[in-house]
């Protein structure tokens, strides 16, 4: 079946603007998670939820960022007023349950 | 939140065993110990998870200490493909929160 898919791979944008980024995780996954890795870095946890509700946000690294899942499928991760030190891959997982997560292949931002 | 704590790199000759050490000193009792490896230019890819018994896997095998303060990942038959970095993670019971390191990077020679 297909795995967990992300949109756009690539996006390049100038500080101060808006950025959307998509996840459509494994269908069935209850749990999704937003990592951020900067280069050469590890990862960083963001956000994730169970269902629809985020439990944990306090990986969101200002208000700038929000993030949200509807019908417990796709979620959208915001990033307002974007800065430069927002450029990272930025990386959804997606798990049926405590254990395994499946990673997407990552959105590369670049705020200029 | 429990740390890890790993060694930066590693090499290891082709079809020879790894062992990759992870040190977790502050472990609770209820806390899980994962494995992920990120290939290059690839999202991570689960490897193996335990709590207190040795797990095997058809990747790798884990070994956790008897006080649980550390475990070793042990691939068994290293090929290139392995290279990759590979994260050793804490999780603590009832939460979805994983928590990466920098991880070990493992250089895998012909």
């Known amino acids: 079946g297909a795995g967990v898919s992300q949109s756009p791979s690539n996006k390049v944008t100038e500080k101060g603007k808006d950025v959307e980024l998509r996840c459509d995780p494994i269908?069935?996954?209850?749990?999704l998670y937003w990592y951020r890795q900067r280069l050469g870095q590890g990862l960083e946890f963001l956000i994730y939820f169970q269902g629809n509700s985020a439990p944990d946000k306090s990986g969101l690294p200002s208000d700038r960022f929000s993030a949200e899942r509807t019908g417990e499928s796709v979620s959208t991760l915001t990033i307002q007023r974007t800065q430069q030190e927002d450029s990272a891959v930025y990386l959804c997982?997606?798990?049926?349950?405590?254990?395994?997560?499946?990673f997407g292949p990552g959105t590369r931002l670049t705020v200029l | 939140d429990a740390k890890t704590t790993q060694p930066n790199s590693m090499e290891s000759n082709e079809e020879e065993p790894v062992h990759l050490p992870c040190n977790h000193s502050?472990?609770?009792?209820?806390?899980?110990i994962h494995w992920y490896r990120q290939l290059p230019s690839q999202g991570p890819e689960y490897v193996i998870h335990?709590?207190?018994s040795n797990v095997n896997n058809r990747m790798a095998s884990l070994a956790i200490a008897e006080d649980r303060k550390s475990s070793t990942l042990i691939l068994h038959r290293a090929t290139l493909r392995d290279a990759a970095v590979y994260y050793c993670i804490l999780r603590g019971s009832g939460t979805y929160k994983y928590i990466f390191g920098t991880g070990t990077r493992l250089k895998v020679l012909a």
């Open positions: 335990g709590l207190t």
């Open positions: 997982a997606s798990s049926p349950y405590i254990g395994e997560q499946f």
């Open positions: 269908s069935g996954h209850t749990a």
């Open positions: 502050t472990i609770s009792g209820t806390d899980y």
